[in-house]
């Protein structure tokens, strides 16, 4: 099974993207971010005609999560249940049999003397503390993908000695990712690259960025240890960051042995 996750920066802007990826990558399920559209706006309709259902929760202008299908989840829930802000347009969760993907587009924090960068802090752990009370690191089988806005490592951005006070690679920031992935996760990307110079963002402003190397790895496909066993494949896709009107991000996409999910 393959299965991808992509911030698209905006759902409805990025249609004639989508509809010229999706047949060739061919994705069992598609994790997307930021689709920045009301429920009562989401593309459904266009999206079947390519072959794919959806599961979304989203508001105008900002945030919205969804999961692309094409066979449908046996259950979706969105956000936290924690008590706390619910952000069910940053968080979503669905299960495909004994397979669970957690798909999260993560605050990106604006700055670190905003109180938006201790709040991306804190749902890094709200986050953990989810993965805690909801699943078995040594059991079950959990893929969390999506937009995480964090450089793990240095070799995750193109220049780290520029940006040690960015939301996205402050030390502190990278410390609480790192704790979240400590609860049980593999990043698959990793284990068939780990050679440097893998982005999967490059900001607009930056004229021909993918050319020129200057990006961010901030989209992540992480699985627990029975999970990650079974994958063959991960990879950046550069194609749709590189057509016309695209996302600033690219998608990342993973393949795994998932016989009996695949064949639902």
Request: hydrophobic letters at 40%; charged letters at 25%.
């Amino acid at each position: 099974m393959r299965i991808a996750t992509f911030n698209v920066n905006s759902v409805r802007s990025r249609l004639p993207t989508l509809a010229a990826w999706l047949p060739s990558a061919a994705p069992g399920i598609v994790c997307v971010q930021e689709t920045k559209v009301q429920d009562a706006d989401f593309p459904a309709a266009e999206l079947r005609t390519l072959g794919y259902g959806s599961s979304f929760r989203g508001e105008k202008t900002y945030n919205g999560v969804a999961v692309l299908w094409r066979r449908a989840p046996d259950e979706v829930t969105y956000g936290f249940d924690d008590g706390g802000p619910f952000d069910e347009t940053r968080l979503a969760i669905a299960r495909f049999g004994e397979l669970w993907v957690v798909n999260s587009y993560v605050p990106q924090g604006r700055e670190i003397s905003h109180p938006m960068f201790q709040y991306k802090l804190e749902w890094f752990r709200r986050l953990r503390r989810l993965f805690e009370r909801r699943f078995d690191a040594a059991r079950d089988l959990v893929l969390w993908c999506g937009d995480l806005n964090v450089a793990a490592e240095p070799q995750d951005v193109h220049a780290p000695q520029l940006y040690e006070d960015h939301v996205c690679f402050h030390v502190d920031a990278r410390r609480v990712f790192a704790e979240c992935r400590a609860w049980g996760f593999v990043d698959v990307f990793r284990r068939f690259h780990p050679e440097p110079g893998q982005y999967s963002f490059f900001d607009y402003r930056t004229p021909n960025a993918v050319q020129r190397g200057i990006g961010w790895r901030l989209d992540y496909v992480l699985a627990t240890p029975r999970l990650a066993e079974r994958a063959s494949d991960a990879r950046i896709d550069l194609t749709p960051r590189l057509g016309a009107r695209p996302s600033d991000h690219a998608p990342v996409v993973a393949e795994f042995d998932l016989p009996g999910i695949d064949r639902r």
